[in-house]
């Protein structure tokens, strides 16, 4: 799909131990069924999910030296560009719990190594070279430590002022402040319980999300998606608001849905599909991650099946919304 046009930023990447325990109990001895390790992190899963669509994708950040081989076969199996910072130590380990018999994951992510001046000026070269021939930016996951919470704040005011299109899934401190900048992303993914905690107040009803999606997009962001699980996800644009229902799956692992959902919709700018197929396609993507281990879609045609499948509906605005 023509040059290599899209960059995705993971600075805590994790090497993912998925262990599958059905009906594992708290506090007790448990037995596992299997387990299996997957390189990820946000921002690599969104860059595995767009080389399997067919997308040009180069994926950077911070990746320990000590245990990146698992990095080094998904790159080279799915032809994404690394230009991956190598750091002393060994990448976070992040622990998915799956109980297929409940549908359940239960996630432990880890802080993961901790970023010095030395390498942040390192990747703030990278990307400054990535700029030349790069134009849509995925900043994705966590801060680790020695990265102050303001960092994509900082990264979003740039690569905008470079003209660059921004797509930023965090959480915590770090989409806290990135949402109280002056200068935002075009198009943020926060889940309904990140965005609830980021502004700081509860979102209960459609209503509480659409009025925080609406304070959003006044402020300069393009697009706000909301997603909420098997719920489905809001997709708000200053002229249109969308509702995409899944369908029923049989779950194996939700790790990553998000971050299949980011992917779909980068494709979704990059072919300018409109709101409603844009969520048609990132549901697609979602539930097709779901439905097996790993950042990997399914083959087009499943994928195609869950796209028709999807429940895509237009909400008409309260009040519409004058931007
Ligand atoms: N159990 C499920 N059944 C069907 N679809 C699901 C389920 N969980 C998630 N999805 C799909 O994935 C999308 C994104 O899921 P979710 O809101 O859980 O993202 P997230 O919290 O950012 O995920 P993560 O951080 O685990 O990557 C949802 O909008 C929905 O379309
Ligand atoms: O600590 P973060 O960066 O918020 O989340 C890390 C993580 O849970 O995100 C991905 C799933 O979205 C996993 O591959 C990874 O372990």
Redesign the pocket.
């Known amino acids: 799909m023509g040059h290599t046009r899209v960059v995705t930023l993971t600075l805590n990447p994790a090497l993912d131990m998925t262990v599958r325990a059905d009906g594992w109990q708290q506090n007790t001895v448990n037995s596992g069924q299997d387990m299996h390790l997957n390189a990820g992190g946000k921002g690599v899963n969104v860059a595995s999910f767009l080389a399997d669509w067919g997308v040009n994708v180069t994926a950077t950040g911070l990746l320990g030296r000590e245990n990146a081989s698992a990095f080094d076969t998904l790159f080279r199996a799915k032809h994404i560009e690394d230009a991956f910072i190598r750091v002393p130590g060994s990448t976070r380990v992040g622990v998915k719990i799956v109980d297929h018999a409940r549908?359940q994951t239960t996630d432990i992510n880890l802080p993961g190594l901790t970023a010095t001046p030395e390498l942040l000026q390192a990747l703030e070269a990278k990307l400054a070279e990535l700029s030349a021939n790069h134009d849509v930016f995925v900043l994705a996951g966590s801060l680790p430590p020695g990265i102050e919470s303001d960092y994509y704040a900082k990264l979003v005011a740039q690569l905008r002022q470079a003209g660059k299109f921004v797509a930023l899934d965090t959480s915590g401190p770090a989409l806290n402040a990135a949402l109280a900048a002056d200068t935002l992303p075009n198009l943020v993914k926060p889940?309904n319980h990140e965005l609830s905690a980021a502004l700081g107040k509860e979102l209960n009803s459609e209503t509480d999300l659409l009025d925080a999606a609406h304070n959003l997009l006044k402020r300069g962001v393009e697009l706000v998606v909301i997603?909420?699980?098997?719920e489905?996800?809001l997709l708000v644009t200053p002229g249109d608001i969308v509702k995409?229902r899944?369908p029923r799956?049989q779950?194996v692992s939700?790790?990553?849905?998000?971050?299949a959902?980011v992917a779909g919709l980068v494709a979704a700018h990059l072919d300018r599909l409109s709101l409603a197929a844009a969520a048609r396609r990132a549901?697609s993507f979602?539930?097709g991650n779901?439905t097996r281990l790993g950042a990997h879609l399914p083959p087009r045609a499943e994928l195609d099946d869950i796209a028709a499948r999807v429940d895509v509906s237009a909400i008409r605005p309260a009040d519409p919304l004058k931007v």
Not at 227 to 230: A, H, I, K, N
Not at 254 to 259: E, I, K, M, P, S
């Open positions: 549908q889940n997603s909420q699980g098997e489905g996800a995409a899944p799956v779950v939700t790790v990553g849905a998000g971050d959902m549901t979602s539930v779901i």
